[in-house]
């Protein structure tokens, strides 16, 4: 690979021209027009964030992108565009960059999400950073806004994508567990209702750490989640569960890349959400107390995912 083909297949993939974009890229800096930016920067690195042992090019190449939409998501923004900063090791071919190349094109169009720049440089591990620029409404809804009895809600489903990170790694039945392989493959993220929920709640962010983790970004000190006596747990969880013998309530909360939504809103409001949106559901309530997780009135021993911590 040269940087020639790297800049080939960019150009054939990605379009340099987009609604908000005024000078895509080709140049030293590109510029685009908008009233209010919403930004975020991911790393996506081999070995730290996945695996070629059972990532393929085109998973990575939506994964990278997806995981920066679900920002965007999380503060309400409609995507505009994105760099891509990519290391390239020397035993990956042509054939694995345009696999990637097109997965990640296919979901920037899918959003009209323009490529305007970034950067290219060997390396020993594959590694890509993405930066994402998005056009935020009139409500940026941030975190720590909580107060005691508001609800703490969750879209999408939590816990699946650790266990497709399980079966993966202990090399599983994969035919048992479909969901949970898509979901950490191919996460799901919630840009239609983040815009939505933009303008109704008070907090709001993306779970990428698990909620035992990020609970502690939402909510303000002194406040703690009071967990729903009946949490939603995916079957495939539950049959995981059996089989690795772990409590499957401590492992959906600490979870780990699930990229839904976890928000705060007041109680009146709430019900008109679960009219708007079908796959949201109410995890808990807000309490006064040392910021964590209840069950009932004992605080739960979580840990949640960190990089720097090894994994168990």
């Not at 297949?9 to 209010?36: E, M, T, Y």
């Not at 266990?163 to 191919?186: C, T, V, W, Y």
Request: aromatic share 10%; glycine share 8%.
């Amino acid at each position: 690979m040269q940087e020639e083909d790297f800049l080939y297949l960019i150009d054939k993939f990605f379009p340099n021209i987009g609604a908000r974009v005024i000078i895509g890229r080709g140049h030293d800096c590109a510029l685009v027009q908008s009233d209010k930016l919403a930004l975020s920067s991911d790393l996506f690195l081999e070995n730290a964030h996945f695996s070629l042992n059972y990532f393929k090019p085109e998973d990575i190449g939506y994964k990278a992108l997806a995981i920066n939409l679900s920002d965007l998501a999380a503060c309400g923004a409609k995507p505009i565009f994105f760099l891509l900063n990519l290391i390239w090791p020397p035993y990956l071919d042509f054939n694995f960059a345009q696999k990637m190349f097109v997965s990640m094109s296919l979901l920037a169009k899918q959003y009209n999400l323009t490529l305007i720049g970034g950067d290219l440089s060997k390396g020993e591990r594959l590694g890509i950073s993405i930066t994402i620029g998005g056009e935020c409404s009139q409500n940026f809804p941030g975190r720590k806004k909580a107060n005691p009895g508001d609800i703490v809600f969750v879209i999408g489903e939590i816990g699946l994508s650790k266990a497709g990170l399980l079966i993966l790694q202990e090399n599983l039945p994969k035919k048992d567990f479909p969901l949970s392989i898509k979901a950490h493959l191919r996460p799901k993220f919630y840009l239609k209702e983040g815009r939505f929920l933009s303008s109704q709640v008070k907090s709001m962010l993306d779970i990428s750490d698990g909620i035992a983790k990020d609970i502690h970004r939402l909510l303000p000190a002194g406040l703690g989640l009071k967990l729903e006596p009946v949490i939603p747990i995916n079957k495939e969880i539950i049959k995981l569960a059996k089989l690795k013998d772990f409590d499957s309530l401590c492992f959906v909360l600490e979870g780990g890349e699930d990229y839904g939504l976890l928000g705060v809103i007041e109680k009146h409001l709430f019900p008109k959400i679960l009219s708007k949106i079908p796959n949201c559901w109410q995890i808990g309530s807000v309490i006064k107390g040392e910021t964590g997780i209840y069950k009932e009135k004992t605080k739960l021993n979580l840990q949640g995912f960190d990089h720097f911590v090894k994994r168990k």
